[in-house]
């Protein structure tokens, strides 16, 4: 049984600690699959509003059941993937850097996370370059991994890395279903990565290689369903059910999963950690 902790706790099993959370959520009332801008999404085959709902409150739940906190913003009509909080921003040090979308179905997105944060206090950057937040951006201890190739411009790398003050390193995706980098990668601490190599070019993998050598190297199968499109706090990883031998690898290592269905969401090409904009002060 995974146990809660505060945020002024930590809660440690063998040698992996999970930290407390701050995580931005939108409660998918408006998701739809009406349009298509990823390989995942077929409007017509549409999905089911009210069971995607159920599903979201589920991974909320989760979240709040392992001691993290979670703000909402309030879902907008006519923007069904603003459940994808993840895109709408990044934050490091309290500092916000604003999402600019890549498609015009998104666009409007990107001012009202940005006006979220402003209206809490937060110093906000509004972007110059295409990027689509947290979808591109993955932040450990020292370093900002940023992915480019589908959604994110690398003069936003540049961008994000002027104003946020932490080196950012580039990394190409070149797999179209693998159109942000956090459908190909995640951390799983503030030191160390999984990631499925194949979604990556051949440079980027030898920087990969050589920046985590004890990395998880996730398998095709496990890469397909999303399965790293998941959410670690160094203890627990909240991640797709159906990444089965994902989930087995991270338990052999010594995490506690926490699995997930978003199967409804998926149908949009999202997962837990779409859902989810960590808030980091």
């Not at 951006?137 to 994110?152: N, P, Q, S, V």
């Not at 160094?234 to 690898?249: I, P, S």
């Amino acid at each position: 049984m995974t146990l809660p902790f505060t945020a002024t706790t930590a809660a440690t099993t063998g040698q992996r600690t999970g930290t407390a959370r701050h995580y931005l959520m939108c409660r998918p009332e408006f998701f739809t699959v009406s349009y298509s801008i990823n390989p995942w999404m077929d409007p017509d085959a549409g999905a089911d509003t009210a069971r995607a709902v159920q599903q979201w409150e589920s991974l909320r739940r989760a979240y709040e059941s392992l001691g993290h906190r979670v703000s909402l913003i309030d879902p907008v009509d006519g923007l069904p993937d603003m459940v994808f909080a993840a895109n709408g921003a990044l934050i490091v040090e309290g500092r916000v850097y604003g999402a600019r979308f890549a498609h015009a179905e998104r666009v409007a997105e990107g001012p009202a996370y940005l006006r979220w944060f402003a209206d809490r206090g937060f110093e906000t950057l509004e972007a110059s370059f295409t990027n689509e937040g947290e979808g591109d951006y993955l932040t450990l201890d020292e370093m900002i991994l940023a992915g480019t190739g589908f959604r994110t411009d690398v003069a936003a790398h540049m961008e994000a890395q002027e104003f946020l003050g932490r080196p950012v390193v580039t990394l190409r995706l070149v797999d179209p279903r693998f159109y942000h980098l956090d459908t190909a990668l995640f951390p799983l601490d503030g030191t160390n990565v999984a990631y499925y190599p194949e979604a990556f070019s051949a440079g980027s993998r030898k920087v990969l290689k050589r920046l985590f050598p004890d990395a998880l190297i996730a398998s095709a199968a496990d890469a397909e369903v999303l399965g790293l499109n998941a959410v670690s706090d160094g203890r627990n990883v909240v991640l797709n059910a159906e990444a089965t031998g994902l989930a087995l690898e991270l338990k052999r290592r010594g995490y506690e999963v926490v699995p997930v269905d978003l199967s409804e969401l998926r149908k949009a090409g999202g997962g837990p950690k779409c859902c989810t904009l960590e808030i980091r002060p």
